[in-house]
């Protein structure tokens, strides 16, 4: 029985994208996404993820881009065209420092869990 409740949830969340959403907790610098939804593929991203792009920030500005649509700092709009930039940039910065150094390995399952966020996000 449950399985069917769970297919058929499915169906739904796929046939009507603007039912889903993104799920985010905590407050303030403490904002962070929940991966608990994620497949199990994007939760091994987001491990990745949350090591390699809190180095120098924390997850509240990214979690805002999502919810807003706009970046906070830079104010640009946070679509599915500007991901592919803010990755390459972040991934440009981390080259300056040992300790927040990001891999061509790391660097593709982040850049897919942000696709596969942003289209949970229905953007
Ligand atoms: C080396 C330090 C560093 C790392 C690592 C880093 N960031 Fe950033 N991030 C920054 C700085 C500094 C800013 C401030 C805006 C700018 O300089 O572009 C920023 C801003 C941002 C913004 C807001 C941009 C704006 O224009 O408002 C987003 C979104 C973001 N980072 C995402 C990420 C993601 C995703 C990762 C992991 C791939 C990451 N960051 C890793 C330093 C870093």
Same mark, same amino acid.
């Given at each position: 029985? *449950?399985?069917?409740?769970?297919?058929?949830?499915?169906?739904?969340?796929?046939v009507s994208p603007a039912l889903? @959403?993104? *799920?985010?907790?905590?407050?303030?610098? @403490?904002?962070? /996404?929940?991966?608990?939804? /994620?497949? #199990?593929?994007?939760?091994?991203?987001?491990?990745? /993820?949350?090591?390699?792009?809190?180095?120098?920030?924390?997850?509240?500005?990214?979690?805002?881009? $999502?919810?807003?649509?706009?970046? #906070?700092?830079?104010?640009?709009? $946070?679509?599915?065209?500007?991901?592919?930039?803010?990755? $390459?940039?972040?991934?440009?910065?981390?080259?300056?420092? #040992?300790?927040?150094?990001?891999? *061509?390995?790391?660097?593709? #399952?982040?850049?897919?869990?942000? *696709?596969?966020?942003?289209?949970?996000?229905?953007?």
């Open positions: 029985m *449950k399985r069917i409740i769970v297919a058929c949830l499915l169906c739904c969340i796929m889903a @959403a993104l *799920k985010v907790t905590g407050r303030g610098e @403490a904002l962070r /996404f929940d991966p608990a939804e /994620f497949t #199990p593929q994007m939760k091994a991203n987001y491990e990745i /993820f949350k090591v390699k792009c809190t180095k120098c920030h924390s997850q509240q500005r990214i979690v805002i881009s $999502f919810l807003s649509g706009h970046m #906070p700092i830079s104010g640009q709009t $946070f679509d599915m065209d500007s991901l592919k930039s803010i990755s $390459f940039r972040m991934y440009r910065k981390a080259m300056n420092k #040992p300790e927040t150094l990001i891999t *061509k390995e790391q660097i593709k #399952p982040i850049h897919a869990l942000l *696709k596969y966020m942003m289209q949970e996000s229905s953007r």
